[in-house]
């Protein structure tokens, strides 16, 4: 309640956080910073602030927190005739711009300032990658108006320029929709952080 919040309008950001701690007392312990049950007050530990792709992501993921409803829906798909061994992701990506075409108001914008959404012609899905630094999500350009050798040649210059960390920063911006894989972590189902603006 004693935060003055520097984020659009009087938002209290996680920076506002991690200032006001170390202002007060030169270091948050972790019984009051974290997870730590309550039983375990006398325990302490040093705040490591999070910098760079760890920092953006924490607060990218307190933005959707923030900004979007959660609403999860679970089904299956019977993939049983895919060809084995076939690129799944590219047909993935086929699938996603087919929906899209065939109910635009996946592929939009929602403007929480305007009350509005920008539902777009043009089909740009952010890809999630992995890394041991965090996650980068770069967008494949034009999904829906691509062969499916181009998709994957886009596909794996995006993953080498991630993986060198020599993507450029508008090649981390613009989707509109957006495909996640929790495959590589464990479990059948999860519910997706979708980031503001998508």
């Not at 760890?54 to 933005?63: C, G, H, I, N, V």
């Not at 979007?68 to 086929?94: K, S």
Request: hydrophobic fraction near 40%.
């Amino acid at each position: 309640e004693s935060l003055s919040g520097s984020g659009p309008n009087g938002l209290v950001t996680l920076d506002d956080v991690i200032n006001a701690g170390s202002a007060g007392s030169g270091r948050l312990s972790l019984a009051t910073s974290s997870m730590r049950p309550a039983a375990n007050l006398t325990e302490t530990g040093e705040l490591e602030v999070l910098r760079s792709l760890r920092r953006a992501m924490a607060q990218s993921m307190t933005l959707a927190r923030d900004n979007v409803m959660e609403c999860t829906v679970f089904d299956d798909a019977d993939i049983e005739g895919w060809q084995q061994g076939g690129d799944y992701t590219v047909r993935l990506l086929r699938a996603i711009a087919a929906g899209c075409h065939a109910e635009p108001g996946l592929n939009a914008w929602f403007d929480g300032t305007h009350q509005g959404r920008r539902v777009f012609h043009h089909i740009q899905v952010g890809i999630a990658v992995d890394t041991p630094e965090g996650l980068f999500v770069p967008v494949v350009r034009d999904a829906g108006g691509r062969s499916p050798p181009s998709l994957r040649a886009g596909l794996e210059q995006l993953k080498a320029a991630v993986r060198s960390r020599s993507i450029p920063a508008a090649e981390l911006r613009g989707a509109t929709i957006t495909l996640s894989n929790f495959g590589t972590i464990a479990g059948r189902h999860a519910t997706p952080v979708v980031l503001p603006p998508t």
